[in-house]
């Protein structure tokens, strides 16, 4: 029904960038809200940076001044530009979508399948 996919993940050195990005895709009727988590190794999944629909946005501590989300609402598609990359921020980075299907539906909660982030030098 909604399919989300991300890309944008690899290697980079402390200290680097790199701009994740997620296209939802399928039926939609609207989006509530979407965002980044990640997991590292051994690790539970912790959310990382959200968007709302109105705009808002929030972060995890860990990445205030580091990391932005963005959106292009036409395209259902959501950024993460990561800046000052430090060795902690390596992880699986997941993008997630909560998703109204169709006018009369309650909202849906969509995960991607994750792209890898390596920080290391």
């Known amino acids: 029904q909604v399919q989300l996919v991300e890309s944008g993940g690899g290697l980079v050195q402390p200290g680097g960038s790199l701009r994740l990005s997620c296209a939802a895709s399928?039926?939609?009727?609207?989006?509530?809200?979407m965002g980044w988590y990640r997991q590292a190794p051994g690790k539970e999944r912790e959310p990382v940076a959200f968007?709302?629909?109105?705009?808002?946005?929030d972060y995890a501590d860990s990445v205030k001044g580091r990391f932005a989300i963005e959106r292009d609402n036409a395209k259902n598609t959501i950024y993460l530009q990561m800046n000052s990359l430090k060795p902690e921020d390596t992880a699986d980075y997941f993008c997630?979508?909560?998703?109204?299907?169709?006018?009369?539906?309650?909202?849906?909660?969509?995960w991607g399948q994750g792209t890898q982030v390596t920080v290391s030098s």
């Open positions: 399928g039926i939609i009727f609207s989006v509530n809200a």
């Open positions: 968007i709302t629909s109105d705009g808002s946005t």
């Open positions: 997630y979508a909560q998703i109204r299907p169709r006018q009369r539906s309650g909202v849906t909660n969509y």
